[in-house]
């Protein structure tokens, strides 16, 4: 077995397109914004000609278009091409297959949180490893041969874990500890006897995990501003720049948001200026659409995410609707990376509606975690019918004892910061779950 391994990575080789462009000292956040703006072009092309002559999903969809190969010449031309929604992949595991199915090594299962059935995201070593490793982004992820890498993502059935944990070992060539999220043997106090131990420079977990874990510490009286770290990568999950502004305090470094998706992959990362996504044009083309018309949208307007990923040859993944909000600033960051930015603006299925407007959980979130008397938990409860006042469901500061008036405090100021009536309930402990935190919670009458 081992021989057959060995001779499987000598004998692989990159596609002539990879190496035409990441084969050199070039690496895309390192690339002139031109340079990258062409291999998106012939990675699009390359992708959207397998993907008609080898997927019968996406050839049916383009020829349901009138599409072709030849039809899509530039990134412009993508629009041609219809979406791609969760709901035509969900119960299909095999849906988006190009390739025999005996090629597939990997296969990843969505989480469930967004209801519906399981979606199945599939691909084969090729595309898994030496494609998606082929682009580097060393500005973005300054990790180092000589760091200890703290992986704690969940590495069953989600893509998180296993994804960060061969970038780390494999494309940065770091030490990584497989710690997980919370499963059978990572339990959070085991977590802490890791970090003391082995003394990491580098954390990547979900927002809700560090604070989990910052509560297991104190509770094993361990310092975590003592380790030696030199960055927290947040991923998984939303979160507020209030809220970050918590872990890294926590924590005593820098947190940098990761935006990606089982579906497609990793999307955008932070620089440390702490000012949008910066879209990963080495893996993907991002587009902003109108959620209703399905129409592109200019720079700076708000709409869905829409994701192509340009590297997954083998299963593609073309105008992918993430169900995400946001919109994409094209201006050059202070940072020198020429990637345009991303900023995130909630989930259309995550939207709370009171009054009659639509507000993001996490455009709250800001405002409700920049006070200091409300705890690192929380809910937003929406009940049918009741659609005129935001209940707010909370734990408070360590020390902060609970009073009449400081519910009316806690309501009058919420209120004020976001221009809608807010009521507070304020509890003794909310549940610390291990898979995904959920901040909008529905409640029957």
Same mark, same amino acid.
């Given at each position: 077995?081992?021989?057959?391994?060995?001779?499987?990575?000598?004998?692989?080789?990159?596609?002539?397109?990879?190496?035409?462009?990441?084969?050199? *000292?070039?690496?895309?956040?390192?690339?002139?914004?031109?340079?990258?703006?062409?291999?998106?072009?012939?990675?699009?092309?390359?992708?959207?000609?397998?993907?008609?002559?080898?997927?019968?999903?996406?050839?049916?969809?383009?020829?349901?278009?009138?599409?072709?190969?030849?039809?899509?010449?530039?990134?412009?031309?993508?629009?041609?091409?219809?979406?791609?929604?969760?709901?035509?992949?969900?119960?299909?595991?095999?849906?988006?297959?190009?390739?025999?199915?005996?090629?597939?090594?990997?296969?990843?299962?969505?989480?469930?949180?967004?209801?519906?059935?399981?979606?199945?995201?599939?691909?084969?070593?090729?595309?898994?490893?030496?494609?998606?490793?082929?682009?580097?982004?060393?500005?973005?992820? *300054?990790?180092?041969?000589?760091?200890?890498?703290?992986?704690?993502?969940?590495?069953?059935?989600?893509?998180?874990?296993?994804? &960060?944990?061969?970038?780390?070992?494999?494309?940065?060539?770091?030490?990584?500890?497989?710690?997980?999220?919370?499963?059978?043997?990572?339990?959070?106090?085991?977590?802490?006897?890791?970090?003391?131990?082995?003394?990491?420079?580098?954390?990547?977990?979900?927002?809700?995990?560090?604070?989990?874990?910052?509560?297991?510490?104190?509770?094993?009286?361990?310092?975590?501003?003592?380790?030696?770290?030199?960055?927290?990568?947040?991923?998984?999950?939303?979160?507020?720049?209030? &809220?970050?502004?918590?872990?890294?305090?926590?924590?005593?470094?820098?947190?940098?948001?990761?935006?990606?998706?089982?579906?497609?992959?990793?999307?955008?990362?932070?620089?440390?200026?702490?000012?949008?996504?910066?879209?990963?044009?080495?893996?993907?083309?991002?587009?902003?659409?109108?959620?209703?018309?399905?129409?592109?949208?200019?720079?700076?307007?708000?709409?869905?995410?829409?994701?192509?990923?340009?590297?997954? &040859?083998?299963?593609?993944?073309?105008?992918?609707?993430?169900?995400?909000?946001?919109?994409?600033?094209?201006?050059?960051?202070?940072?020198?990376?020429? &990637?345009?930015?991303?900023?995130?603006?909630?989930?259309?299925?995550?939207?709370?509606?009171?009054?009659?407007?639509?507000?993001?959980?996490?455009?709250?979130?800001?405002?409700?975690?920049?006070?200091?008397?409300?705890?690192?938990?929380?809910?937003?409860?929406?009940?049918?019918?009741?659609?005129?006042?935001?209940?707010?469901?909370?734990?408070?500061?360590?020390?902060?004892?609970?009073?009449?008036?400081?519910?009316?405090?806690?309501?009058?100021?919420?209120?004020?910061?976001?221009?809608? *009536?807010?009521?507070?309930?304020?509890?003794?402990?909310?549940?610390?779950?291990?898979?995904?935190?959920?901040?909008?919670?529905?409640?029957?009458?």
């Amino acid at each position: 077995m081992t021989s057959k391994f060995e001779k499987r990575i000598k004998s692989a080789t990159k596609p002539a397109l990879l190496t035409k462009y990441f084969s050199g *000292p070039d690496f895309p956040d390192e690339m002139p914004a031109t340079k990258i703006a062409k291999f998106q072009e012939e990675a699009l092309q390359e992708l959207i000609t397998r993907a008609y002559n080898n997927s019968p999903f996406y050839h049916q969809k383009m020829a349901a278009a009138g599409v072709k190969p030849q039809d899509i010449g530039s990134i412009n031309d993508l629009a041609r091409v219809p979406f791609t929604t969760k709901d035509e992949l969900r119960g299909k595991p095999w849906a988006l297959l190009a390739c025999d199915k005996k090629d597939i090594s990997i296969i990843h299962i969505s989480t469930g949180t967004t209801g519906g059935e399981e979606i199945y995201i599939m691909q084969t070593w090729n595309d898994y490893y030496l494609n998606e490793l082929a682009p580097g982004y060393p500005n973005l992820f *300054p990790v180092e041969s000589d760091d200890i890498c703290f992986n704690a993502l969940p590495y069953e059935m989600s893509s998180a874990g296993l994804s &960060f944990h061969k970038v780390f070992m494999e494309g940065c060539q770091a030490t990584t500890i497989p710690v997980g999220k919370g499963g059978a043997y990572s339990t959070p106090e085991k977590s802490i006897k890791i970090l003391r131990d082995l003394q990491p420079t580098v954390v990547i977990t979900t927002p809700s995990w560090a604070i989990r874990l910052a509560e297991a510490a104190s509770e094993a009286s361990f310092d975590l501003t003592t380790l030696p770290l030199k960055k927290i990568w947040l991923t998984g999950e939303g979160c507020s720049p209030a &809220f970050r502004e918590r872990v890294e305090k926590i924590w005593g470094t820098k947190a940098n948001f990761y935006y990606g998706s089982l579906e497609a992959g990793g999307i955008g990362a932070e620089c440390d200026a702490h000012n949008g996504y910066h879209i990963v044009q080495g893996h993907v083309i991002t587009e902003i659409v109108d959620p209703d018309t399905g129409t592109v949208l200019e720079p700076g307007q708000i709409g869905e995410i829409v994701v192509t990923c340009l590297l997954r &040859f083998d299963t593609p993944l073309i105008r992918y609707r993430t169900q995400d909000l946001g919109f994409i600033d094209p201006d050059p960051c202070q940072c020198g990376i020429t &990637f345009p930015r991303l900023f995130l603006r909630g989930r259309v299925v995550d939207e709370i509606v009171i009054n009659g407007t639509n507000f993001s959980p996490f455009y709250l979130e800001e405002f409700l975690m920049r006070m200091p008397e409300v705890g690192n938990w929380y809910q937003f409860v929406v009940k049918p019918g009741n659609n005129d006042k935001l209940k707010v469901r909370v734990e408070l500061a360590p020390g902060v004892q609970p009073t009449a008036e400081l519910v009316d405090k806690l309501s009058s100021k919420l209120e004020f910061a976001v221009g809608i *009536p807010c009521e507070f309930e304020i509890v003794d402990k909310l549940p610390r779950p291990r898979e995904k935190t959920v901040r909008v919670v529905h409640e029957e009458e």
